[in-house]
């Protein structure tokens, strides 16, 4: 993460972290979130707060913003609009709204291009120690060299 070597250490940075996974599993928005573990004091104790010391909105995004090793998004971030989806028929797909996104993504790689490069990569590192790593130490996910990924084409 990027903090300065010099003034007031962070604080609360394991909570915050933890608020984050139970504020995405809840699906709310930072400004929601916040709201509801000031007025909840089991959901601020299951993240690590105490009610008295909750974060503001602002810390979320700071720490939001520490995470994210490109250049600042030059937009506005908006708390997010519920959408109404458009549900195909029966037998019917989604339209594709990017077709080349894959060819993108294997042209990246063939010219040397890893994961680590990309802003978001000090996240996939979090998620490979914090959750995959662990996986494996568990023995969860079987043998390592019998291993076989798969994806999907879902949007």
């Given at each position: 993460?990027?903090?300065?070597?010099?003034?007031?250490?962070?604080?609360?940075?394991?909570?915050?972290?933890?608020?984050?996974?139970?504020?995405n599993?809840?699906?709310?928005?930072?400004?929601?979130?916040?709201?509801?573990?000031?007025?909840?004091?089991?959901?601020?104790?299951?993240?690590?707060?105490?009610?008295?010391?909750?974060?503001?909105?602002?810390t979320?995004y700071?720490?939001?913003?520490?995470?994210?090793?490109?250049?600042?998004?030059?937009?506005?971030?908006?708390?997010?609009?519920?959408?109404?989806?458009?549900?195909?028929?029966?037998?019917?797909?989604?339209?594709?709204?990017?077709?080349?996104?894959?060819?993108?993504?294997?042209?990246?790689?063939?010219?040397?291009?890893?994961?680590?490069d990309?802003?978001?990569?000090?996240?996939?590192?979090?998620?490979?120690?914090?959750?995959?790593?662990?996986?494996?130490?568990?023995?969860?996910?079987?043998?390592?060299?019998?291993?076989?990924?798969?994806?999907?084409?879902?949007?």
């Amino acid at each position: 993460m990027r903090y300065s070597s010099t003034g007031r250490p962070a604080h609360n940075q394991p909570e915050i972290f933890r608020a984050l996974f139970v504020m995405n599993h809840f699906k709310e928005s930072v400004t929601d979130f916040v709201k509801k573990l000031r007025a909840y004091p089991i959901l601020a104790t299951i993240c690590g707060f105490e009610q008295e010391s909750v974060p503001g909105v602002g810390t979320f995004y700071d720490y939001l913003n520490r995470f994210w090793l490109g250049e600042e998004p030059s937009k506005v971030i908006r708390e997010p609009r519920s959408k109404k989806s458009k549900k195909p028929k029966k037998d019917e797909k989604l339209p594709d709204t990017d077709s080349n996104r894959v060819s993108d993504l294997v042209e990246q790689v063939l010219n040397g291009t890893t994961f680590e490069d990309r802003p978001e990569g000090l996240l996939q590192k979090i998620l490979k120690k914090c959750a995959v790593k662990q996986s494996f130490d568990l023995k969860l996910c079987g043998y390592p060299h019998k291993l076989v990924f798969a994806g999907d084409g879902a949007p």
